[in-house]
């Protein structure tokens, strides 16, 4: 028993083909077959090109010109656009399953930043609703060439992947959304940082940054803590929302304390130092940028403020002289600890316990 199986060709026949065989055997111009069917030449171009939709009436007048019934040249039209729909459907298809390899689909869904899909479509559209895009092409405008222009450091060895800090930073702008901040003092921001400073020494995440984000909230800076998915090697981002509101978006890299706050006042240094139409990104590595180097003395003179300096470069290996120390700038052992790793004072291996650790929590 044979089986039928329904022929569907990868391209499409427009009516207006069948047309210019019928001219060219008659040897008719396309002037001469404007006349007859009562159009202008351009609308009859466009005819000929599909681009222009067949209707009842221009196959009436068809029937009359080249002699085919008009039922024939509307069901003509009928494959025609069926052809063309069903190729840009595989079009889009092709196209949205390429994009759902540039981002963290799994991540997205484990996290819940998207809700949980089985088909391709419904995953495709669930991505486009999470980036707030009509399509793929929109989603490449605002994210492709946003990730263009941005300072973003990082190994070359250790690549980030577009698609996936794209991701980490609309994550970070919806849940930036749910803060409510003042508007944006630098006045105000920078007076507070010497305060912020003192949260170091608190042990309890769930303590320090609920503060930390109701202070900075307090200058129109919204602070989003939130874990990189896979193919996201940032540690932390600074971008304008608006002329009012800024985002500070740190995602708890590397687990550590020192890394943490530095990062942190790295990134309040270009809300405070540099344009705020640019969008920063920290990676794991950072090139010797003019900006990149302003944030980082900006975030060790507010650790360690400058009338302490000496006595920072005084210290060895003594724990105790260190937690003494930590004591009088205000900050936490582990800071210190940083900044002389930092500096070279000390190993980058050495008096890594003085230094607080954290986990994520399961999702």
Same mark, same amino acid.
């Given at each position: 028993?044979?089986?039928?199986?329904?022929?569907?060709? +990868?391209?499409?026949?427009?009516?207006?083909?069948?047309?210019?065989?019928?001219?060219?055997?008659?040897?008719?111009?396309?002037? +001469?077959?404007?006349?007859?069917?009562?159009?202008?030449?351009?609308?009859?171009?466009?005819? %000929?090109?599909?681009?222009?939709?067949?209707?009842?009436?221009?196959?009436?007048?068809?029937?009359?010109?080249?002699?085919?019934?008009?039922?024939?040249?509307?069901?003509?039209?009928?494959?025609?656009?069926?052809?063309?729909?069903?190729?840009?459907?595989?079009?889009?298809?092709?196209?949205?399953?390429?994009?759902?390899?540039?981002?963290?689909?799994?991540?997205?869904?484990?996290?819940?930043?998207?809700?949980?899909?089985?088909?391709?479509? $419904?995953?495709?559209?669930?991505?486009?609703?999470?980036?707030?895009?009509?399509?793929?092409?929109?989603?490449?405008?605002?994210?492709?060439?946003?990730?263009?222009?941005?300072?973003?450091?990082?190994?070359?060895? %250790?690549?980030?992947?577009?698609?996936?800090?794209?991701?980490?930073?609309?994550?970070?702008?919806?849940?930036?959304?749910?803060?409510?901040?003042?508007?944006?003092?630098?006045?105000?921001?920078?007076?507070?940082?010497?305060?912020?400073?003192? %949260?170091?020494?608190?042990?309890?995440?769930?303590?320090?940054?609920?503060?930390?984000?109701?202070?900075?909230?307090?200058?129109?800076?919204?602070?989003?803590?939130?874990?990189?998915?896979?193919?996201?090697?940032?540690?932390?981002?600074?971008?304008?929302?608006?002329?009012?509101?800024?985002?500070?978006?740190?995602?708890?890299?590397?687990?550590?304390? $020192?890394?943490?706050?530095?990062?942190?006042?790295?990134?309040?240094?270009?809300?405070?130092?540099?344009?705020? $139409?640019?969008?920063?990104?920290?990676?794991?590595?950072?090139?010797?940028?003019?900006?990149?180097?302003?944030?980082?003395?900006?975030?060790?003179?507010?650790?360690?403020?400058?009338?302490?300096?000496?006595?920072?470069?005084?210290?060895?290996?003594?724990?105790?002289?260190?937690?003494?120390?930590?004591?009088?700038?205000?900050?936490?052992?582990?800071?210190?600890?940083?900044?002389?790793?930092?500096?070279?004072?000390?190993?980058?291996?050495?008096?890594?316990?003085?230094?607080?650790?954290?986990?994520?929590?399961?999702?």
């Amino acid at each position: 028993m044979s089986e039928e199986i329904e022929f569907q060709p +990868d391209w499409v026949s427009a009516p207006g083909e069948t047309i210019a065989d019928i001219l060219n055997e008659r040897a008719l111009s396309l002037a +001469d077959f404007a006349r007859h069917i009562g159009h202008t030449l351009a609308h009859a171009e466009e005819l %000929l090109s599909g681009r222009a939709p067949l209707t009842m009436e221009i196959a009436r007048q068809l029937e009359s010109a080249l002699g085919a019934s008009a039922a024939f040249w509307i069901t003509r039209e009928s494959q025609y656009r069926e052809d063309l729909a069903r190729l840009q459907h595989f079009a889009c298809a092709e196209t949205d399953v390429n994009w759902l390899r540039e981002i963290p689909l799994k991540e997205m869904t484990k996290f819940g930043w998207i809700e949980s899909a089985s088909g391709l479509a $419904d995953q495709a559209a669930a991505c486009l609703r999470f980036f707030g895009v009509q399509d793929v092409r929109a989603w490449r405008k605002a994210y492709a060439n946003l990730l263009e222009t941005a300072t973003f450091r990082t190994s070359p060895s %250790l690549e980030s992947l577009p698609g996936a800090v794209a991701a980490w930073l609309r994550q970070g702008e919806i849940m930036s959304a749910s803060i409510e901040c003042k508007p944006w003092i630098p006045k105000v921001f920078k007076n507070l940082l010497p305060s912020i400073r003192g %949260l170091t020494r608190q042990k309890n995440p769930s303590i320090f940054i609920p503060e930390l984000t109701k202070r900075c909230a307090e200058c129109g800076v919204a602070v989003v803590i939130l874990r990189t998915p896979s193919g996201c090697r940032a540690s932390g981002a600074t971008r304008f929302l608006s002329a009012e509101r800024a985002l500070l978006l740190l995602s708890f890299r590397y687990l550590s304390e $020192d890394h943490f706050w530095f990062t942190f006042f790295h990134e309040a240094g270009h809300l405070l130092l540099h344009s705020k $139409d640019a969008l920063f990104l920290e990676g794991a590595e950072m090139a010797p940028t003019k900006e990149e180097e302003e944030a980082n003395r900006f975030a060790a003179r507010v650790l360690i403020p400058s009338e302490f300096q000496a006595a920072l470069l005084s210290l060895g290996l003594d724990a105790h002289e260190i937690m003494r120390f930590a004591r009088l700038v205000g900050v936490s052992p582990g800071i210190v600890v940083g900044q002389l790793q930092h500096l070279d004072r000390i190993k980058h291996h050495q008096l890594n316990s003085l230094k607080r650790r954290f986990r994520w929590r399961n999702h």
